[in-house]
């Protein structure tokens, strides 16, 4: 069963925060009328104080303590930078399965958590920026593909060449390997290495597109393995959520040890 984190975090600052409020406002006051006081001139073991602090019920105790915790957890993975790990090789060669990375939740605008809901618009994605979507077929899971469609561009992709706005995306051969060739491309400001495997069997992967407004479009840098735009079509803007911009670490497997070899800025 998949869990909604963000959900689940929202909901555990809530009720925490609730019950720390209202213990401020109202518990605590009323339990201070009922804890022991100085009795003819002789303090009791305890100052009043720490006795109502003594007496606060479990549950109170535990929402003051974690709700501080979960409050700066939910500001900083909803508007700040949030961590996720690669667990296909749709994007390879620039992301390995295994890689961490960590993703800038305000680089397109500030948005509600569960919801999605830009508040404060701050930039737009632009081509060749690797991005961290909802996945429009199933907004629970989280996808990472590259953007190459913007909104009102044109694209075509053919014989494992891509077209945008009437012009052929450059790109130049950096290796011929068995199965595959490595070629650098660039989109936008961006040059960045893609995939192309030597086989012809990408049915559906070839045709045109014309993007639609607030609506991007996706691809994998591993082109011919990518479930990506090209078979399901755009990523609206309300799915958006965030920009990926470092791996901070590499751990394929539990079986494994975690290599740091791969830290560094995501091309």
Not at 73 to 97: A, C, W
Request: glycine residues 8%.
């Amino acid at each position: 069963m998949d869990i909604d984190f963000p959900l689940v975090l929202v909901i555990l600052t809530f009720v925490t925060g609730l019950i720390y409020l209202l213990d401020v406002l109202f518990w605590k006051a009323k339990r201070a009328t009922l804890a022991p006081h100085e009795n003819d001139g002789q303090a009791t073991s305890t100052t009043s104080e720490e006795a109502v602090e003594q007496e606060a019920p479990w549950l109170i105790e535990t929402s003051r303590s974690f709700f501080p915790v979960l409050a700066i957890v939910l500001v900083l993975r909803s508007f700040l930078i949030e961590p996720f790990q690669i667990p296909s090789g749709s994007m390879l060669p620039t992301l390995e399965v295994g890689d961490f990375i960590l993703v800038n939740k305000f680089s397109y605008g500030l948005r509600l958590p569960v919801l999605g809901t830009k508040v404060v618009a701050i930039n737009d994605p632009q081509r060749g920026d690797i991005m961290v979507f909802k996945y429009p077929k199933d907004r629970k899971t989280n996808y990472i593909k590259r953007v190459v469609g913007l909104p009102g561009d044109i694209l075509k992709y053919e014989n494992k060449q891509l077209w945008i706005n009437g012009e052929k995306v450059p790109e130049k051969l950096l290796a011929n390997l068995p199965g595959k060739k490595i070629f650098e491309e660039r989109l936008g400001e961006v040059t960045h290495q893609h995939y192309e495997h030597k086989r012809r069997d990408n049915l559906g992967a070839e045709g045109g597109w014309r993007v639609p407004e607030n609506s991007y479009f996706m691809m994998g840098d591993n082109r011919d393995n990518s479930n990506d735009s090209r078979f399901w079509g755009f990523v609206p803007d309300d799915l958006v959520v965030g920009k990926a911009f470092a791996i901070w670490m590499h751990w394929p497997t539990l079986g494994s040890l975690p290599s740091f070899s791969r830290v560094g800025e995501i091309q």
